[in-house]
């Protein structure tokens, strides 16, 4: 745990800050974070839980404030972002925060709702972005990992969602304090094995998220007040979720160290934990030449939070929800197919009785050492024995997308475009990936949601 500025001191940092006051490296990489998010928005439309839970919303009608993505039709800004956010979360190949064990882009889809609304341009939004990072990190890393194992989802990123919000809306200091706290009445209390057991309404928590987040400011733009000492109080926010209250309430670090630079973008789908086995059995395949048919077995060792969380058997139909929180499905799948991202989560692909085969062989076990290292690494070992003899050892200290192994801006571009090129055309991927890279002034944020409306299939 790591102690957090109050509830205040974060709301006069997100207020004064601007986009002039953004270093390089960080509107950089705001960008790449923006861009990626709505990639995984699109990749996700089309999945069946996430087409139900939208539906409920457009079927529930209401004024049409805010464009929800990829879906063909706008609501009113707090639904929409509920709708943006199912979407962004269900594949799980959205970013993460390792020190926080959460997402910060569940903050975003709030942004583009009411950047929207309020027709901002590209750079107030990428400000606002940056802001709800800092504020969302900084709650989330401080009660990380005590709020997983005490059986909570650090739910940080409604917090920051609020923040950036109110600064788009406007608002001053006090007044994005008020967001901050009138956002915990709004906010889910999501308890992360409900997550794990992966029921198809899963999703439905990143949407409550943003949802929150819009409402929390809406409210204190309203007049309503909230809590103002809701992050730092004995009884607050991260006492309650860390199990310790926060004493150290200094703000000196605000603007200078960055957390949104530790954000990591996942380079294959689904949970994050499951990533270290996935790519060590995914090189192993290339390496070795594999064929899945022939494995008998694969041991997997690992640290006990992916243990807790994803050490997930799948049946013989499972949904995407259950794929994505799956290390044996997952494991399955890039052994398989050598590749783990969307396309892995189709109805083909989850059925397919070889993938299910060798996810039926994974096994996991803890491993001293590797838990000895968490969470400053994720590290899986994984041994694959085959029909020949053969037994075969990988271990990845660090997955591909970890801010320490990043992907590079045209493999960023390139997860992007497979996204939403199939879905749009090649034009606009190529249109919203390059405002965004290049962040031209006054762009109107309802461009970049107009071109992404309304898909060709």
């Known amino acids: 745990m790591t102690a957090v500025p109050d509830t205040l001191a ?21 960008g790449a ?48 972002a509920f709708c943006t956010g199912v979407a962004a979360d269900v594949l799980e190949h959205q970013d993460g925060y390792r020190f926080g064990g959460f997402h910060p882009s569940h903050t975003l889809p709030a942004l583009f709702a009411v950047a929207e609304h309020v027709d901002a341009d590209l750079r107030s939004l990428l400000t606002a972005a940056a802001a709800s990072y800092e504020v969302a990190n900084r709650i989330g890393r401080a009660v ?66 943003a949802r929150a987040g819009v409402e929390g400011a809406l409210a204190a733009a309203a007049g ?50 499951t990533h270290g086995a996935a790519q060590a059995a995914l090189e192993l395949a290339v390496e070795h030449d594999l064929d899945p048919d022939r494995v008998t077995a ?44 969307g396309d892995q989560y189709a109805t083909e692909r989850r059925e397919d009785p070889r993938v299910l085969r060798v996810a039926d062989l994974v096994r996991l076990r803890p491993a001293a050492d590797l838990e000895a290292r968490y969470p400053e690494f994720t590290a899986t070992r994984v041994t694959i024995t085959t029909d020949d003899g053969r037994s075969l050892t990988r271990l990845v200290d660090v997955p591909a997308g970890d801010s320490r192994a990043p992907l590079s801006t045209d493999d960023l571009v390139a997860k992007f475009g497979g996204y939403v090129g199939p879905a749009f055309d090649t034009d606009t991927a190529d249109r919203v990936a390059t405002a965004l890279l290049a962040q031209p002034a006054d762009l109107p944020v309802r461009v970049l949601t107009g071109l992404l409306a309304v898909t060709r299939t």
């Not at 999945?47 to 409920?56: F, G, H, I, K, Q």
């Not at 990992?145 to 109110?166: K, L």
């Not at 807790?308 to 929180?325: F, G, I, Q, S």
Request: aromatic share 8%; proline share 7%; glycine share 8%.
């Open 10 to 30: 974060l709301a006069e940092f997100v207020a004064d800050l601007s986009y002039e006051d953004l270093p390089a490296e960080v509107t950089a990489k705001v």
């Open 33 to 80: 974070l923006v861009l990626d998010f709505l990639g995984a928005a699109v990749g996700g439309s089309t999945t069946p839980e996430v087409v139900a839970l939208v539906d409920l919303i457009r079927w529930r009608g209401g004024t049409p404030e805010a464009t929800v993505l990829a879906a063909g039709f706008s609501a009113p800004v707090a639904d929409a």
């Open 144 to 209: 990380h990992p005590s709020a997983t194992r005490a059986g909570w989802f650090p739910i940080a990123a409604s917090f920051g969602a609020a923040a950036g919000c109110a600064k788009l809306l406007g608002l001053p200091a006090a007044r994005i304090a008020d967001a901050i706290g009138a956002a915990s009445f709004f906010a889910p209390a999501v308890l992360i094995e409900s997550i794990f057991v992966a029921p198809s309404a899963k999703p439905a928590f990143a949407g409550q998220i």
């Open 224 to 273: 309503l007040t909230g809590w103002r000492e809701v992050v730092e109080h004995p009884r607050g926010l991260v006492s309650v979720l860390g199990g310790t209250p926060v004493t150290d309430t200094t703000a000196t670090a605000l603007g200078v160290e960055w957390t949104v630079l530790d954000v990591h973008q996942k380079r294959w789908a689904g949970c994050r934990h």
């Open 298 to 341: 694969v041991d997997v060792e690992t640290y006990d939070i992916a243990l807790l969380l994803v050490d997930r058997p799948v049946d013989d139909r499972p949904t995407t929800v259950a794929c994505t929180l799956s290390l044996p499905y997952t494991v399955g799948a890039a052994l398989t197919d050598r590749a783990l991202g």
